[in-house]
């Protein structure tokens, strides 16, 4: 592709976003090159954060672009305190609907007791 995004180091050496996203490609990067690589990537989060922010300004504007959307997520929580869903649980599925608590978490619960 020639339109492709390449990092290019000061000593001409390049990598394509292709190869970057190989973990393995990443992993054969000597020490130097890994370290240049690094730094440019962190130079680069400022300004993709900044067109991140401003695309998501203009979509909750109104504006609209071919190849980006936003969507709305919803989320229903149950009261994790209300022992009528707690029962109604157990009556459904058994003891198998709730997660078993680590000795940490008991502990922390119900005090040195529980041991």
């Known amino acids: 592709m020639s339109n492709e995004i ?5 000593d ?3 990598a394509s ?5 190989s973990k393995a490609f990443v992993s054969e990067l000597t020490n130097e090159d890994l370290e240049n690589v ?4 962190k130079a680069l989060k400022n300004p993709i954060k900044n067109i ?6 203009r979509l909750a504007n109104g504006s609209q672009f071919v190849h980006i ?3 709305e997520v919803s989320k229903q929580t149950l009261a994790s305190d209300d022992d009528k869903v707690k029962q109604a649980f157990y009556n459904k599925y058994g ?5 078993v608590k680590s000795p940490t978490q008991l502990k922390k619960e119900f005090g040195e007791k529980i041991q």
């Not at 976003?17 to 996203?21: E, F, S, Y």
């Not at 690094?38 to 990537?41: F, I, V």
């Open 6 to 10: 390449r990092i290019i180091d000061q």
């Open 12 to 14: 001409g050496v390049t």
């Open 17 to 21: 976003v292709a190869q970057l996203r």
């Open 38 to 41: 690094a730094y440019t990537a």
């Open 52 to 57: 991140d922010d401003e695309v998501k300004k």
């Open 69 to 71: 959307s936003t969507s």
């Open 95 to 99: 003891l198998a609907a709730f997660v």
